[in-house]
């Protein structure tokens, strides 16, 4: 079992910046691929991007690349999502998501991840 907790979400105007963690416990945290989706209330998870196991490679949605950042301190056992020139359609319910064994990083949807976590709140305000 992996546990999964995020952190750093909140209440920002557009344009603005906040940085998303994510503490993994329970097992090597480097022998997972991570991944972060967001998810508005009745609709699906979708995907914004993901990283491999040891973080030389990163994959993004179109609709963020060239403003997140996703990133990870194995060290740490943390997985980030730092999010730049936020805008309002990016507010949704942040999840991470951890899938073992992957030697690719284009993991895009749900049913590759074994483990997620709850989710923290990114509201963009307009």
């Known amino acids: 079992q992996v546990q999964l907790v995020e952190s750093g979400g909140g209440l920002v105007q557009a344009g603005g910046s906040l940085r998303l963690s994510c503490v993994a416990s329970?097992?090597?945290?480097?022998?997972?691929?991570m991944g972060w989706f967001r998810q508005a209330p009745g609709k699906e998870r979708d995907f914004v991007a993901s990283i491999s196991r040891s973080g030389g490679m990163t994959y993004y949605a179109d609709s963020v690349k060239g403003r997140f950042t996703i990133s990870r301190d194995n060290a740490k056992n943390t997985v980030y999502l730092q999010m730049n020139s936020l805008k309002p359609e990016d507010t949704d319910v942040y999840h991470c998501?951890?899938?073992?064994?992957?030697?690719?990083?284009?993991?895009?949807?749900?049913?590759?991840?074994?483990?997620w976590g709850q989710g923290t709140q990114v509201t963009v305000s307009s």
């Open positions: 998501a951890a899938q073992r064994g992957a030697l690719g990083v284009a993991l895009t949807t749900t049913t590759e991840y074994d483990y």
């Open positions: 329970g097992r090597t945290f480097s022998n997972y691929a």
